[in-house]
């Protein structure tokens, strides 16, 4: 049966040998195996990534790398990056060396606040009634959430505002609650969602017990009440800039002034062309995700939220831009970034921690700082690839190794390869073929690997 009841309560060993039957054709004793060999060393260790999550196996790594060299404001920092594609941490470290004697990289917080949002129906019939109750009730409101929020209040945090919204162009008898918070270091997910279920509790009573209510005044019926993962106010802008001049020569024979013009005329693209905005975009937050993913924060959020903010203006568009003013070069970033420092996975992951001291254990506005430029270096490295050489020419080279593996070539076979494609065209069919050659030519090139001559 591959419908079941009680999954969760199943022991790890019980949860694998019920997928190895019913899901698996290889032998359950191999897939037991295999799934257990993924897993901690470490029994305390491993606890604490099952529970993480839900239903966990085993676990699915990720190489963890670093890119050194990025200097931003004046500090230097080698930063950590988690990610799958092979040329996302190449292209993050040659942005931070490109930069690193052009003044380096620059970044600010533009500012930190959050959004959550009550949705209710109330359906009384004069809207002014409701927004001059909201007024007298606002002072007990915020009275009501003390006991969550003097923690926050204490660190420099808490509620900044509240307001209320009419809704009724989505819906009659819609509105809501809109407050914005400060969390300070932490991303404070649960905190917002905290407060604002408590809001909607005491919005309830409070409306219930007004005596100017009669009737169907009286009542409101609480939608929802949750956080906004879209958060242009918690932003940060990072930028690049130096004379044209000393952008340097490029490859194809590219002088500094026709770099600059081509690289801005691409950002320009981005800024105005859909299609190419979100593979521009998805570029940024190859940078982004990574150096995300590696200090436990939340990549969904920061996704969500960033591709939310590029279409702020009714049309999808570049999160960077690009200009040439005066003979100098800029190249900038404006993204909201959502992240925490403390409390989270990043207190609790192992290697988040680490990634955290690596970073020198930031705050959340450094924090934001970091992740920007690094959003930017690694736009910059792709978007330069594109202007010179084309991005297959890089892309292929990091991707070589991994088309090798696919064919279980030996060491020694990836060693003369590497040196084979230096100057050649890489793609799966021209190193299937080489391999072919090779092995055929000279059967002895292609040792053994694990005892099994590799199957092309
Ligand atoms: C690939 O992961 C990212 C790029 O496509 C970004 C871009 O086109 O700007 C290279």
């Not at 970033?333 to 192992?350: I, K, Y």
């Not at 050489?389 to 593996?405: E, F």
Request: charged content about 20%.
């Amino acid at each position: 049966m591959k419908s079941i009841s009680g999954f969760s309560k199943l022991s790890k060993a019980d949860k694998i040998s019920w997928l190895a039957k019913y899901f698996f054709t290889s032998n359950p004793v191999d897939i037991v195996r295999e799934f257990a060999s993924f897993a901690h060393t470490n029994v305390e260790t491993q606890r604490l990534f099952d529970g993480i999550s839900e239903n966990t196996l085993t676990n699915f790594y990720l190489p963890y790398g670093v890119a050194p060299n990025f200097m931003i404001n004046d500090r230097m920092y080698c930063v950590p990056m988690v990610i799958e594609e092979s040329s996302v941490v190449a292209a993050a470290a040659s942005g931070a060396k490109f930069w690193e004697d052009k003044g380096g990289f620059h970044a600010e917080v533009v500012s930190t606040i959050k959004v959550g949002q009550v949705h209710f129906r109330w359906e009384g019939a004069d809207p002014e009634k409701l927004e001059r109750f909201f007024v007298e009730v606002e002072p007990r409101l915020r009275e009501g959430v003390t006991h969550l929020v003097a923690n926050m209040d204490r660190r420099g945090g808490g509620i900044i505002g509240l307001e209320l919204e009419n809704c009724q162009h989505i819906e009659p008898g819609l509105w809501q609650l809109k407050a914005r918070f400060e969390t300070c270091n932490a991303m404070g997910a649960n905190f917002i969602n905290s407060v604002l279920e408590e809001f909607a509790r005491l919005l309830q009573g409070e409306v219930r017990n007004n005596t100017s209510f009669i009737g169907r005044e009286r009542t409101i019926e609480i939608i929802m009440a949750i956080l906004s993962n879209y958060t242009p106010e918690c932003r940060v802008k990072a930028w690049v800039e130096c004379p044209v001049e000393t952008l340097g020569s490029f490859k194809g024979n590219l002088s500094a002034a026709d770099f600059g013009r081509k690289f801005v005329t691409a950002i320009r693209i981005a800024e105005n062309d859909r299609f190419r905005a979100a593979t521009h975009n998805k570029g940024i937050f190859n940078g982004i995700d990574a150096v995300i993913l590696a200090t436990g924060n939340d990549f969904r959020a920061t996704e969500a939220c960033g591709h939310a903010y590029a279409a702020r203006n009714g049309q999808y568009a570049s999160l960077s831009h690009a200009e040439i003013n005066d003979g100098i070069f800029r190249f900038e970033l404006d993204v909201p970034l959502a992240v925490g420092t403390v409390g989270g996975l990043t207190g609790l992951h192992p290697l988040a921690k680490r990634s955290m001291e690596l970073l020198g254990n930031p705050g959340a506005h450094e924090l934001m700082e970091i992740i920007a430029c690094v959003g930017l270096a690694q736009n910059f490295s792709a978007v330069k690839s594109l202007v010179t050489t084309g991005i297959q020419y890089g892309h292929m080279r990091m991707h070589l190794t991994n088309i090798l593996n696919h064919f279980g070539a030996s060491e020694a076979e990836v060693e003369r390869a590497v040196a084979y494609f230096q100057d050649k065209t890489i793609s799966f069919p021209s190193v299937r073929e080489y391999l072919r050659t090779q092995r055929a030519d000279n059967p002895r090139n292609s040792e053994l690997k694990d005892g099994k001559l590799p199957a092309i």
